[in-house]
């Protein structure tokens, strides 16, 4: 069974950064495709970003596109999602997500392994 915990969520101002991290319980997390997707109140859930198993593939969201940046850290385990020139419209709950060997793919229905989110808020 593969655990998920989200990290680094909190408040921000517009414009501002912030750096999520998903940390995995299972030392071959580099054989699963890691997505982060987003909730916000009232919503369904967003996909956000994905990264391929093989690190090789990645998707974003066209309303990322250029301020937010997926990566890995395979000793540590561990997906981050960089996100910058953060706006109010980014406020949500972020969860990371994981499948084994996956591809990047963009639906929540795809992933079986979910963390428990961290919020994210952004002020004017």
């Known amino acids: 069974q593969v655990q998920l915990a989200e990290s680094g969520g909190g408040r921000v101002q517009a414009g501002g950064s912030l750096r999520l991290s998903c940390a995995s319980s299972v030392r071959t997390f580099g054989w699963y495709g890691v997505g982060w997707f987003r909730q916000a109140p009232g919503e369904e859930r967003q996909f956000v970003a994905a990264l391929s198993s093989s690190d090789d593939r990645i998707n974003y969201a066209d309303s990322v596109k250029g301020r937010f940046t997926i990566s890995r850290d395979t000793a540590k385990n561990t997906v981050y999602l960089q996100m910058n020139s953060l706006k109010p419209e980014d406020t949500a709950v972020y969860y990371c997500?994981?499948?084994?060997?996956?591809?990047?793919?963009?639906?929540?229905?795809?992933?079986?392994?979910w963390g428990q989110g961290t919020q994210v808020t952004v002020s004017t």
């Open positions: 997500a994981a499948k084994t060997l996956g591809t990047a793919q963009v639906l929540p229905s795809d992933y079986p392994y």
